[in-house]
């Protein structure tokens, strides 16, 4: 399978505490994508970075990329109940749009 | 709407049966994609279309799978001779493309008796 890795497979947290989760890819990218998915609902974008990049920022995440290792990490810092879903690892090629998920994290932020 | 839509939210079906699942992407967005999500895992790419043509159709498992996008907007992904092993949530999300963020449906819940 072409999946990539991520893990943990699931983390559960109390609110406040911050969560990471990493993903390990296969490919040779041009971009890597996180995206997040409630239960039951579609995936929803939270935050790219292109190979080139090491480190990226978008409010309370942020993203690293090591693509000698092919492997991520998504940080969310002061986690809230909401952000309670299961976040996924995307890696885009060179040659092609579509998109390679990994296994998924799935987080739980307690109250 | 404002985003992508996907009918049937849920279909149910009886195993050889053929279902087709339909996607209406964001206006303006060039390029559409379909996943199939199972129970726990991630989507896994079944085909892309950029315009009217299938750009990459890998991801197809084999010949009971189709999908068409006949004027650029509307797709529908079509399965035939249905077997339990195709039950599973269907995505679609469409995109500006060039590697630009993809926007996703709620997906079609298939389940095959």
């Known amino acids: 399978s072409q999946q990539g890795e991520e893990d943990p497979q699931a983390l559960s947290i109390q609110e406040g505490e911050n969560a990471t989760m990493n993903c390990s890819y296969k490919?040779?990218?041009?971009?890597l994508q996180w995206y997040r998915q409630n239960s039951g609902r579609g995936l929803v974008h939270l935050i790219l970075?292109?190979?080139?990049?090491r480190e990226k920022h978008s409010g309370r995440l942020r993203v690293t990329l090591d693509t000698s290792k092919k492997s991520s990490s998504l940080l969310i810092t002061a986690s809230r109940a909401a952000d309670t879903a299961s976040y996924f690892c995307?890696?885009?090629?060179?040659?092609?749009?579509?998109?390679?998920f990994g296994t998924g994290t799935r987080l739980q932020v307690f109250p | 709407g404002a985003g992508v839509s996907q009918t049937p939210s849920n279909k149910v079906t009886e195993k050889g049966k053929y279902v087709e699942l339909r996607c209406d992407p964001i206006?303006?967005?060039?390029?559409l994609y379909w996943y199939r999500q199972s129970l726990g895992q991630g989507p896994e790419f079944l085909i892309y279309?950029?315009?009217?043509?299938?750009?990459?159709d890998s991801g197809l498992p084999n010949d009971r799978f189709f999908a068409v996008r006949p004027e650029g907007s509307v797709s529908t992904l079509k399965i035939q001779r249905t077997e339990r092993g195709d039950s599973a949530v269907y995505l679609c999300?469409?995109?500006?493309?060039?590697?630009?963020?993809?926007?996703f449906g709620d997906g079609t819940r298939l389940s095959i008796l």
């Open positions: 999300a469409s995109s500006l493309g060039g590697g630009q963020p993809q926007h």
């Open positions: 490919t040779s990218i041009n971009n």
């Open positions: 970075i292109r190979s080139n990049e």
């Open positions: 995307a890696a885009r090629s060179y040659n092609t749009d579509k998109l390679i």
């Open positions: 206006s303006g967005h060039t390029a």
């Open positions: 279309f950029q315009g009217t043509g299938a750009a990459d």
